[in-house]
Every structure is written in C-alpha cells, then in structure tokens.
C-alpha cells in the first residue's frame, strides 16, 4: 500500500460510504424517480463505460500472476471469450468458459 | 413457477426469513456470485489484502464492479480517484432501490426496516426481488428479500474465500486463469444486460476510450472514461430517439 491509511478505514471512507449513499438516497426517493428519466439514463451510460474501463484496465495492466502472460494472449483470450459469448446464445457462462481456455491455450503455447 | 399469496398464511417472520434463503439457493445467481467471487477473492490476494479485509468489503460494499476497483486501484491510484470511481460505479443503486421500495412499503411500516434490505440489493438480489416478490403477501416481503440478500451474500463470501484459498495455493498458470475471471464476468454480465443501444455503445466507448485516457497519464482516468465516453453514448442516443421522433 502506497498510502497512510489503514486499509480498513480506506474501505468504509471509499468504498462503503461512496456505495451505499445511492441506496439512503434511493429510499428518500421512493418512487418518485422514472427509470427511464433523462438524468438516470445518462448517469447509467456513464457507469456503464466505467466499468468499460476496469475490464480494459485489468486486460492491458494486469495484476499479478496474470501479468506473466503475454498481451496477446489476454487479448485473444477475452476476444475470444466475447466472440463465445455472440455465437453460443448470448450465454455468459460459455463467453467466460471460452475465454479462459484461450487463455489456458495461450500460456501453454507461448509461455506465461 | 409462481406461488399465491394465499399459499403462505401467517408464517413466523424466521420461517419466511429461511423460505428467502432457500430462494437464493435456487437461483442461478448463487452460482454465478460464487464463480465471480472466486475471482476477485484471488485478485484481493494478488493485491495483497487480507481475507479478513475481503470478507468486510463484501459485507459492506456488496457489489462486485466497485470492489474490484476498490481492489485494483487502491495501492496505485489517488484516493479521490478511487472515491469518485466507486460513486459512479455504485449510481445505479440509486434507481434500483428507488424502484424497490414500494413494492417492500406497507402500511404502518417503519423507515428503518428499509434500511436492511436496501443495503442487501446488488444486481443479483434485485432481479430476484423484482421477480419474487409481488407473490409474498405484503407484511411478509421485508423478511423474505432480507433472506434472499443473505443466502446471496453468503454465495460471494466463500466464492472469495475459496479464491483466496486457490490463489495462495495454485501454480500461476491457474492464478492467472482465476485473476482473468473477473474481468471475463464484468464484460460478459454487461453485455448480457445492455438491452438498449446507449448500454452497448457506453460499453465499447469505455474499452476503447479507458486506454487512451490512462496512457495520457492525467491522472482520474476511470472517472474521465465514463464521462467522456458515457456522454458521447447518451448524445448518441439522444440523436437517434429525436430522429426515430421525426420519422415515424
């Protein structure tokens, strides 16, 4: 850890109190907000590409053992897995199936 | 299957609390949480966090995308970054318990009893809920969906704590196959839930967009993705409905 705090205290400062103030909220609310509103459809669109951004963060900078593996090989391994995914009835448990024998293929053939 | 109000005359509120259980162990998102949470329990260790740690960050964070970015950015990136990343990540809580409410009111009920069940609503609880629920009499809903959220949350508490087990154990050709879970599962589930252009769009922008963003190295760079692709995923979106609008 690179910073002062106390991985504890880190967890409730930024990651309980920034989640669960959308859920207090969601209850003083009530129903009073559409789903479909402007303001919610944006706000969802900007999560969205967020989370968007994890999955390329954790593919192109990996952590870890994953870091071993040659780039090219997480590339294929989650195209591949995504491409699985399109063709097998939009199912995710075969997108993830096949994604990681691509992986699995990878590092056999080319080292991880 | 859908069961009658009628079928559940007057149980003990522990008794629909255990039936909430048993939904949880029927539904398909228990072994999803638990593939998922094998996951990010193995990237919690690679990151060096204690189980004990894990375990809390489920407990009170409850969703899978801002733990992961709990997990991965907390050693390198600054905090206001990881704060604002898990704000946006967690917004669409904000909606969904909104939705929720009242369907889980009733009369007399006081605002506190909410308090439980909304901190348990992640994705998978709220499926369920929104699909279970309008079939349980009205007093008995707050302890059903209280037991829905617990048998859910157990799923992703040893699913983390089996990756732990793994990721300390296993050779690396499977810590990496266990750490490339997570970001397989995330790209997966939003696909499968992007019903609508803008989903999608924001989707594909963020992949393309985050790189470019981070090797600009101005720091915030989840932050700057979402908002930068997410906007131009939504003005797209606008142009089409008000065409769709003009054009019948």
Known sequence: MTFGMEPYLALILLGFLPSEIWRWLGIVLGRGLDEQSEIILWVRGVATALIAAVVARIVLIPPGALASVPLSVRLAAICGGFLAFLLIRRSAFAGVLAGEAVLIAGILAFGG | ?248
Not at chain 2, 2 to 28: C, Q, Y
Not at chain 2, 108 to 126: C, E, N
Not at chain 2, 175 to 182: E, G, K, R
Not at chain 2, 209 to 216: L, N, R, W
């Open chain 2, 1 to 248: 299957m859908s069961i009658g109000p009628s079928e559940h005359p007057n149980r003990a509120p522990g008794k629909v609390f255990a039936d909430g259980m048993v939904a949880a162990l029927r539904s398909v998102f228990f072994y999803v949480l638990l593939g998922n949470y094998v996951g990010i329990g193995a990237l919690a260790y690679e990151f060096g966090f204690s189980l004990g740690w894990m375990v809390l960050s489920t407990l009170l964070v409850w969703a899978a995308p801002a733990q992961v970015i709990l997990i991965s950015t907390l050693g390198t990136a600054t905090l206001v970054e990881v704060a604002l990343a898990v704000t946006l990540s967690s917004v669409r809580f904000l909606p969904m318990v909104a939705a929720l409410v009242p369907m889980l009111r009733r009369e007399g009920g006081r605002q506190r009893d909410l308090l439980l069940p909304m901190h348990l609503t992640a994705i998978s609880v709220w499926v369920e809920g929104m699909r279970l629920l309008p079939a349980r009499p009205r007093e008995q809903r707050v302890a059903f969906y209280n037991g829905l959220g617990v048998g859910l949350i157990m799923a992703a508490i040893i699913g983390s704590a089996i990756g732990f087990y793994l990721a300390a154990r296993l050779p690396p050709l499977f810590a990496a196959t266990l750490l490339f879970f997570t970001p397989l599962a995330l790209l997966m589930s939003s696909a499968r839930n992007s019903r609508t252009l803008l989903d999608g769009l924001a989707f594909g922008l963020g992949l393309v967009v985050g790189p470019i963003v981070a090797a600009q190295k101005i720091g915030l760079d989840l932050m700057w993705t979402g908002l930068i692709a997410g906007t131009i995923a939504y003005v797209v979106h606008r142009v089409r409905e008000a065409k769709a609008k003009v054009t019948p």
